[in-house]
C-alpha cells in the first residue's frame, strides 16, 4: 500500500455551466460532510468561469479545487489566457498543466509546460502535470522513453516536491473507456517513480503523488488503486457524475 495519501482528482474538461457546476460540487460537498473526515484528498478542476461557484460549494469541506491551465507569464497582454495569480485569486491551490488535451490542441511543448509549472509554483500552486503516450508510440515500445521525457521537460530544475503531482495518462486512454492492464500500469508507475526519484532526489520523490488517469470508471479503479506505485486518480467523464466520482474515490485502499 502507498504511503503517500490518495488524491482522486477531477477533471471536468469544458464542461458545467453555473447551476450544473454548482449541483455537482454541492453533491461532493455533502458527501464529504456526511462521512466527516476521508482517508483520500478530492480536488475538483472545472472550467474558469465556474471556479468561483465552485469554491464557494465546497468551502469548508477540504476538497482542493484548481483550474485546468495557466499561462507562465504572471500578467500582460495574452488575450484569453489565465494566470497562476489568478486561480490562486479565485481560490485554487492546485493546477492541471501539460494536459494531453492542451500538448495536442494547443500545441503546448514541453518547454511551455516547464514554464507554466514554474509559473504555478511561482504562485503557490501544486501542480498536476501530466504526461502519457499515443497510441503509436505505445505501439512502436516507446511508452517509457516518452513518460520519461516528458517528465524531464516538463519538470522545472529546484521544483518544490511538495508542490507536484504527476498524472500518467495515455492518450489512448483519455475518454475512450480503454485503459492499459494493470501490470502496464504498475509497469509505467514504477518508471516514472525511478525517474522522479533521479530528477529530485530519492527522499523528496518518495512524497510525490502519481496519479493513473485515462477511463478511469467505478468499475476498474478499486484494481488500479490497489497499485503500489498509483496515489490517486485523474477523471474526466466519470467526474461529472457525483457517484461515479464518489465511488472511484471510495474505491482507495484503506489507510
Ligand atoms: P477520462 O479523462 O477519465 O474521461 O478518460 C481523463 C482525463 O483526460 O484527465
Redesign the pocket.
Known sequence: MSIRRPLIAG?W?MNGLKAEARILAEALASRVNAIGSTPFDLLVCPPFPVLSTVVGAVAGTGIGVGGQDCHAKVSGAHTGDVSAAMLVDQGCQFV?LG???RRADHHESDDVVQAKVAAALAAGLVAVV?VGETEAQRDAGETLAVVSSQLAGSLPSGADPRQLVI?Y?PVW????GRTPTIEDVAQVHAAIRWDLSRLLGAEAAAGVRVLY????KPDNAQALMALDDVDGA??????LKADDFWAIAMACPAP
Open positions: 477533471n474538461k492541471i494536459h494531453s488535451e501530466c498524472a495518462e486512454a483519455i475518454g475512450t488517469g485515462g477511463s478511469v485523474l477523471v474526466g467523464g466519470a467526474s
